[in-house]
């Protein structure tokens, strides 16, 4: 038990580095690629290691890192859990500082809107949520028997991976951070079938919203 204990807490450590040092690449390349391709490579890297752990150190099938078989369930799952994180994430701020969402402007496209959602699902969305609420909150489980304490790590983890973006302590990427794990954590924890397939999904969903199509939609519908 104390031998299996040890190897988890090495893979987590191990993992994460990994995880933080391909960050790191992606946030500083000098290579002279597209963002969209420099973010795709980082992606299938961290989807690859993560998956070879899993079936070649581990010797686990993958369901044991929540990739089971897609159902229509998931899919509908996935669109509320990304459109109710959206708006706990950015209600807060608007109704509070008054926002003018006008700015945005109300020119949807929904070819470009579809093909943002499927890219950040299968690129930041995959990779992210293999890695956190995957593989790193399956290990945190095993060692720990607290649910909030697994939580709270899980927060940690997911916070100092993206420093590198945001390399100051901000309140407001803490909120978010806190938010995202604590909604993503519980679903797993709730849920009768522990698939993160939903939460690629809401991932990419999010991801798209939160950067700028959220308030284009609001303004398209009800402007």
Request: glycine share 6%; net charge positive.
């Amino acid at each position: 038990m104390k031998t299996s204990k040890t190897k988890s807490i090495l893979q987590i450590i191990i993992v994460y580095a990994i995880v933080l040092i391909l960050g790191w690449i992606s946030n500083n390349s000098m290579l002279n690629l597209h963002d969209n391709w420099i973010i795709f490579i980082t992606c299938v890297l961290d989807i690859t290691f993560i998956i070879f752990v899993t079936l070649k150190v581990d010797k686990k099938p993958l369901s044991s890192i929540g990739l089971l078989r897609l159902s229509i369930w998931d899919i509908l799952h996935g669109l509320i859990l990304g459109v109710f994180l959206y708006l706990l994430q950015v209600l807060p701020p608007v109704l509070i500082m008054h926002m003018d969402i006008n700015q945005y402007g109300n020119q949807f496209n929904i070819l470009s809107f579809l093909s943002r959602i499927v890219f950040l699902t299968v690129t930041i969305g995959f990779s992210e949520e293999i890695i956190f609420r995957g593989f790193l909150f399956t290990k945190l489980n095993q060692l720990m028997k607290s649910k909030i304490l697994v939580i709270l790590m899980s927060c940690i983890l997911f916070y100092c991976a993206h420093l590198p973006r945001t390399l100051l302590i901000d309140f407001t990427h803490i909120y978010s951070t806190f938010v995202t794990t604590t909604l993503f954590c519980g679903y797993l924890y709730l849920a009768k079938k522990k698939s993160i397939l939903p939460l690629l999904l809401a991932h990419g969903v999010f991801d798209t919203l939160i950067g700028g199509y959220g308030f284009v939609l609001w303004n398209f519908f009800f402007s």
